[in-house]
């Protein structure tokens, strides 16, 4: 989770598509340039240990754009294929 969040902050399209599972990833996508993520709040995980292969995070990023602040709130739900965890999806 933190990898994909520092991903976003310094605009890395590549690997974001590259750690998203196959069934849900986009062809393509775009980031916001004018966002300057600021800061990221992991606020609790269900598994996604060692022995497991699912995960779920709970987080708050902080961002900024045109001096207004905002945030996104999300709980994504992560799998581990051959050893890597993959981003699956997201709810608020």
């Known amino acids: 989770m933190r990898s994909r969040y520092s991903a976003f902050a310094v605009g890395d399209v590549g690997y974001l598509l590259s750690t998203w599972?196959?069934?849900t990833r986009p062809p393509a996508f775009e980031l916001d340039a004018t966002l300057v993520w600021t800061r990221l709040d992991?606020?609790?995980?269900e598994r996604?240990?060692?022995?497991?292969t699912d995960g779920v995070v709970e987080f708050?990023?902080?961002c900024r754009a045109g001096g207004i602040r905002?945030?996104?709130h999300e709980v994504s739900r992560f799998v581990r294929v051959d050893?890597?965890?993959?981003?699956l999806?997201?709810?608020d």
């Open 21 to 23: 599972h196959p069934s």
């Open 42 to 45: 992991v606020e609790r995980t």
């Open 48 to 52: 996604g240990g060692p022995f497991d």
């Open 60 to 62: 708050t990023a902080q």
């Open 70 to 72: 905002s945030r996104q």
């Open 83 to 87: 050893r890597r965890w993959l981003y």
């Open 89 to 91: 999806d997201a709810s």
